[in-house]
């Protein structure tokens, strides 16, 4: 079976699925003018046949000298779709992953990333090693290479868009095989206009914001300790390395990351705006379909505000598909979440996510999770034996129970549990026939919601839960007597 390329089909799902609806009635209409000569559509024609081999790198440099030579909208979106895809394998991305990360095998072509043996070796050689090696300080530095190589994409595309006109553009149908969607789209040409691509736009444009926020914050800690991908200790010796962990160090990016989120609501709104207006581009079947979406434009429009007024931003505790508009959510509980754009921004918001001891340290705990079953059997008056069953419970004086079959332990080690289960084993009945139990332990830290974050009701100031970060070891006794 045909492998369908995964990069460019993603890119172009999201596309495509803007409109809502089938090229017979939901694509923009064609138009005439500012179409490429001869020569550059002979180029675009042979790139679509290069992706419908899977020659990926062979159809994008076609697409690219077809762009260099005549900028027009069709090569434009031809272009934009490509820089998209090539993000993968630019200078900045292959310096990113060959010594930032250590990957010095990570290809410079989209053929060779396509392949799953070069995956598989990848993360299989000893991903979390190669990953500490290189970046010995912690990730700062890696955070903000990644930030950055997204938003010179992102501006890139951004300024090719700028430079569209509202004319659509023709996917020819060989294309949209080649891409996997023809089972969502038919397997005719199909067409969309600047208003599709803006989408996609905007939801890199999200994608940056978020990473923007995230690398505002400290991620220092001395990642030399870690020797193998499965050393526990090494890890915890690692991370308390860190004392700042989770510290907002560059404010700066908290300021980007808020005009990030409020760029994407407004090319979102707009794209929408002018899908929906008085142009002629658009069928009115198309743009009936697109009105049912008013929902998403509505929840643009509020984070915008929110993010713009230092408002409240909420996400209604509904099915948000079946919403006619976004609802005037008051502070009552009638919200799946809330975030206080305000404190979202504010440099201290995640100061105190993680628990940490006097000198600044991240304190670690242990998940044991843990079952057994014993077995044994009584003979009868008849000859014949009758089984019977039951769990085996580690003693609470052993281990402190949290809920369930779950314990959360404080500086007890492996063989600590150990000894509790054998002595819960030993008290079990005399006759017992067949014994069986597991024992798994997670190594978790203990996080509490920034209380400018409230989910279903509950925000940081009465919630704190467990973020399991390391897997540590499985043990398992199975016996017959």
Not at 6 to 26: E, H, K, P, Q, T
Not at 171 to 176: D, F, R, S
Not at 177 to 198: C, H, P, T, V
Not at 302 to 327: M, Q, R
Request: proline letters at 3%.
């Amino acid at each position: 079976m045909k492998k369908k390329i995964g990069i460019l089909g993603l890119a172009a799902m999201l596309l495509l699925s803007f409109a809502g609806c089938d090229n017979s009635s939901g694509s923009p209409k064609p138009e005439e003018n500012d179409k490429p000569t001869a020569s550059c559509e002979n180029l675009l024609d042979e790139a679509v046949d290069n992706f419908a081999e899977l020659k990926l790198d062979e159809g994008i440099a076609k697409i690219e000298e077809a762009y260099n030579r005549e900028r027009n909208d069709t090569t434009r979106m031809y272009y934009a779709l490509a820089k998209l895809a090539l993000v993968s394998t630019n200078s900045d991305t292959l310096n990113f992953m060959q010594k930032t990360c250590g990957f010095e095998s990570y290809p410079n072509k989209l053929n060779a990333i396509i392949t799953e043996p070069w995956w598989d070796g990848c993360l299989q050689d000893g991903f979390t090693e190669k990953v500490a090696k290189a970046n010995p300080k912690g990730f700062n530095d890696a955070l903000n290479q990644l930030v950055s190589i997204l938003e010179k994409t992102y501006d890139e595309v951004v300024g090719i868009s700028k430079d569209m006109g509202q004319a659509s553009v023709t996917l020819p149908a060989k294309l949209v095989n080649a891409l996997g969607l023809e089972e969502l789209f038919g397997s005719s040409d199909i067409l969309m206009g600047k208003a599709e691509i803006d989408v996609v736009i905007a939801a890199t444009g999200l994608v940056k914001g978020a990473l923007e926020y995230v690398s505002a914050f400290d991620w220092t800690f001395d990642t030399s300790s870690i020797k193998t991908d499965m050393d526990v200790d090494d890890f915890i010796t690692a991370v308390q390395s860190g004392t700042k962990l989770l510290t907002v160090t560059d404010t700066s990016m908290l300021e980007k990351s808020k005009k990030s989120f409020i760029d994407a609501a407004d090319l979102a709104m707009s794209s929408y705006d002018y899908a929906i207006g008085t142009n002629e581009v658009y069928p009115s079947e198309a743009k009936d379909v697109l009105r049912e979406y008013k929902i998403f434009y509505d929840a643009a429009k509020a984070l915008k505000d929110a993010l713009n007024n230092g408002k409240t931003f909420y996400v209604p505790d509904a099915d948000i598909f079946y919403l006619k508009e976004w609802p005037p959510v008051t502070d009552d509980g009638n919200y799946l979440v809330k975030i206080d754009c305000k404190k979202m921004f504010d440099s201290g918001v995640a100061n105190n996510a993680i628990e940490k001891d006097d000198s600044g340290k991240v304190k670690f705990y242990t998940q044991y999770e843990s079952w057994g079953h014993y077995s044994y059997k009584n003979k009868q008056n008849d000859g014949c034996y009758d089984y019977k069953y039951g769990d085996i419970d580690i003693p609470e004086s052993e281990v402190v129970p949290l809920t369930g079959s779950f314990y959360y332990v404080h500086n007890k080690n492996v063989e600590e549990v150990k000894t509790a289960l054998k002595k819960a084993i030993d008290a079990l009945p005399e006759n017992a026939t067949t014994i069986e139990w597991e024992c798994k332990t997670d190594l978790l830290i203990k996080v509490r919601l920034p209380d400018c974050i409230n989910i279903n009701g509950i925000d940081g100031s009465d919630r704190e839960t467990y973020l399991p970060v390391w897997g540590k070891f499985t043990d398992s006794y199975d016996e017959d007597y």
